[in-house]
């Protein structure tokens, strides 16, 4: 079990920047893949960045080459940078744990935290 709870977010102008952080209650150095998810009312919720247990990322297309997805194991947090933000990129935004054990998969998530960009 982990909790995780994500702060950082608020209101930015177009061009500007955020991070993000996501604070987890116990050690994350052997979670398989943390990652940011966004949502918007009425659209499913879509991958921002994921980072492996190793440091390997990967980013979803909107995003790629505006924001850096990082993990500091010894502070068990996950930071989302974002730069270039545009209003698009507007939405409440969760932090996810992924951990597989053997067979078994599990999932945790943040409450979130609001990003608004304006244009």
């Known amino acids: 079990q982990v909790q995780l709870v994500e702060s950082g977010g608020g209101l930015v102008q177009a061009g500007g920047s955020l991070r993000l952080s996501c604070a987890a209650s116990r050690s994350i150095f052997s979670i398989t893949t943390m990652g940011w998810y966004r949502q918007t009312p009425g659209k499913q919720r879509e991958l921002v960045a994921v980072i492996t247990s190793g440091g390997s990322t990967n980013y979803g297309d909107s995003v790629k080459g505006r924001f850096t997805i990082s993990r500091d194991n010894a502070k068990n947090t996950m930071y989302l940078q974002m730069d270039s933000l545009k209003p698009e990129d507007t939405a409440v935004y969760h932090c996810?744990?992924?951990?597989?054990?053997?067979?078994?998969?599990?999932?945790?998530w943040g409450q979130g935290t609001q990003v608004t960009v304006s244009s």
């Open positions: 996810n744990a992924h951990n597989i054990r053997g067979l078994a998969e599990f999932d945790y």
